[in-house]
Nanobody, 130 residues
Framework: DVQLQAFGGGLVQPGGSLRLSCAASGFSLEDYAIGWFRQAPGKEREGVSCIRSGDGSIYYADSVEGRFTISSDNAKNTVYLQMNSLKPEDTAVYYC???????????????????????WGRGTQVTVSS
């Protein structure tokens, strides 16, 4: 069975850090790009970051560029999102998803899911508040 499980969310003060993990099973990270998305109450879902470990292609939304870092550990079939300098506006449910179509042609331009998502994981809540 294909599964994606996101975890690592929590409550953090503004300026703090969190690291989210997305553990994949049932498929190889070599074959899919993994994207992080977030959705805050009353707002549209936003593609935050995306990585395709096979060729190193990466995307960051402008809202997180320079603060968030995405990485991949293929041996553990896990993708991480290191979030630093967190702001209250980063508060949202964060999801990871697998996208077989995202590739280097979209690197730096469009988030994962531009052509659709193959698999979604359950979300993890991130709350940034003092």
């Amino acid at each position: 069975d294909v599964q994606l499980q996101a975890f690592g969310g929590g409550l953090v003060q503004p300026g703090g850090s969190l690291r989210l993990s997305c553990a994949a099973s049932g498929f190889s990270l070599e074959d899919y790009a993994i994207g992080w998305f977030r959705q805050a109450p009353g707002k549209e879902r936003e593609g935050v970051s995306c990585i395709r470990s096979g060729d190193g292609s990466i995307y960051y939304a402008d809202s997180v560029e320079g603060r968030f870092t995405i990485s991949s550990d293929n041996a553990k079939n896990t993708v991480y999102l290191q979030m630093n300098s967190l702001k209250p506006e980063d508060t949202a449910v964060y999801y990871c998803a697998a996208d077989s179509a995202w590739d280097s042609s979209l690197s730096g331009l469009r988030p994962c899911g531009y052509y659709g998502v193959n698999y979604w994981g359950r979300g993890t809540q991130v709350t940034v508040s003092s």
